[in-house]
């Protein structure tokens, strides 16, 4: 099973910074990864696929990027609706998720 | 636009089975894989389950093997989660979620049914 460590846990950052989140994979995962959001009472949206490809609708200020087994999604300025917790997933082999970074202020 | 909408969530004791339903629309259900993702009270994402398009491949997490069954009908773009043997730490907010294509992300999630297990 591969296994996904997120970091740091809690970030704690102000509305107009950047967040850097990190995901590391147990092994490699070549870039068959994706982010999501979950804001508090709502669904997991899909934010990046294929480590680095934004989906649909999402802002530009959302960027992914890493390959292997280290990869990294950055907010480059958050906005209110940032604060959120995140998520990373592959799916090279079966289904695994990461314990989750929340960003808080 | 494409719409999940779960359905079936209860409350349980421990040993009992409840099925999960999941009503797509706004795409070719039978084109996709679907899945299901569930999130325990406070707790991250954990996936449960998926199936291919036909129904003919069905996966399953460890914690539930055995005692969950996946399907679904494409006559009536249905995804179900038959659970069985439930126990406490079942409980959760359970999500349908749709792949993007053959082993890809998923790029459309329902707002979830809760089950909740206890005595």
């Known amino acids: 099973e591969i296994v996904l460590t997120q970091s740091p846990a809690t970030l704690s950052v102000s509305a107009g910074e950047r967040a850097t989140l990190s995901c590391r994979a147990s092994?490699?995962?070549?870039?068959?990864l994706a982010w999501y959001q979950q804001r508090p009472g709502q669904a997991p949206r899909l934010l990046i696929y294929d480590a680095s490809n934004r989906a649909t609708d999402i802002p530009a200020r959302f960027s992914g990027s890493g390959s292997g087994t280290d990869f990294t999604l950055t907010i480059s300025s958050l906005e209110p609706e940032d604060f959120a917790v995140y998520y990373c997933q592959q799916r090279l082999n079966s289904w695994t998720f990461g314990q989750g970074t929340k960003v808080e202020i | 636009e494409v719409q999940l909408l779960e359905s079936g969530g209860d409350l349980a004791q421990p040993g009992e089975s409840l099925r999960l339903s999941c009503a797509a629309s706004?795409?070719?259900?039978?084109?996709?894989?679907m899945a299901w993702v569930r999130q325990a009270p406070g707790k991250g994402l954990e996936w449960v389950s998926a199936?291919?398009?036909?129904?003919?491949?069905?996966y399953y997490a460890a914690s539930v093997r055995g005692r969950f069954a996946i399907s679904r009908d494409n006559s009536k773009n249905t995804l179900y989660l038959q659970m069985s043997s439930l126990r406490a730490d079942d409980t959760a907010v359970y999500y349908c979620?749709?792949?993007?294509?053959?082993?890809?992300?998923?790029?459309?999630w329902g707002q979830g049914t809760l089950v909740t297990v206890s005595p």
């Open positions: 706004g795409f070719t259900f039978s084109d996709y894989g």
């Open positions: 199936i291919n398009n036909g129904g003919f491949n069905t």
């Open positions: 092994q490699s995962v070549t870039t068959n």
């Open positions: 979620a749709k792949e993007a294509g053959h082993a890809r992300p998923f790029d459309h």
